[in-house]
Every structure is written in structure tokens, then in C-alpha cells.
Nanobody
């Protein structure tokens, strides 16, 4: 069973930056798609960004395009999310997710098999 562990959350002022990281417990695990979702208080989990593990093709939610950058390190089995120009509406718990399935919708949470425990990001105005 692959375990994912996020780190890097915290409190930041609007306009600031944070970098989230996600480490997989099994280096031999090769997912097809990996991504980040976030959940704001009282809301459903929402897609933030995704990247194909092999080819590095990236996808972003409309609200974060141009501000967030997703990347992965295949050798270390880690996933990162660089978040710049943060806004109060970016506040929430951020989850990394890995999917072993080919095809499907990258923005659909049900595609992903493995989830981290979440890391909290708070952006103050």
C-alpha cells in the first residue's frame, strides 16, 4: 500500500508564496497521473493541478493558472506544487493524489487511488 505524505503548508499573507511537497513511500511505484486537490471549509474537494508521471504534461484549474506550478521528480517519487501570488481564496487543505489508471478525467477525484493526509494552507488578507 503506497502512502503519500504532504508537507509545506502554513500561513502566508496574500501575494506570498508557498511550496508544497508530496513524497510516496514506495519508490518503485509508477503512477500514471498525479495531482493536487484542495478543500476549503464547507466546500467539496476541488481540482488544483495534475501532471502525467511519464511525460510531464500539466493541467491546471482555472483559478490557479499562471500562479501555481506543478512538478514531479520521477527518481525520488515526489510531487511538488509551487504556489505564487497567493490569494485568500486559496485557503484550504491541500491533498496530493496518485492514480495508477490510464485515461479518465484528471480533474475527477475518483480517478485517484492514493491520497495524502492533507496539509493546511491559510492565506491572510
Amino acid at each position: 500500500q503506497v502512502q503519500l505524505t504532504e508537507s509545506g503548508g502554513g500561513l502566508v499573507q496574500a501575494g506570498g508564496s508557498l511550496r508544497l511537497s508530496c513524497a510516496a513511500s514506495e519508490r518503485s511505484f509508477n503512477p500514471y497521473m498525479v495531482g493536487w486537490f484542495r478543500q476549503a471549509p464547507g466546500e467539496q474537494r476541488a481540482f488544483v493541478a495534475a501532471i502525467t508521471w511519464a511525460g510531464g504534461r500539466t493541467y491546471y484549474g482555472d483559478s490557479v493558472k499562471g500562479r501555481f506550478t506543478i512538478s514531479r521528480d520521477n527518481a525520488l517519487n515526489t510531487l511538488s506544487l509551487q504556489m505564487d501570488s497567493l490569494k485568500p481564496e486559496d485557503t484550504g487543505v491541500y491533498y496530493c493524489a496518485f492514480s495508477s489508471r490510464m485515461g479518465g478525467s484528471y480533474y475527477y477525484a475518483g480517478l485517484y487511488d492514493y491520497w495524502g493526509q492533507g496539509t493546511r494552507v491559510t492565506v491572510s488578507s
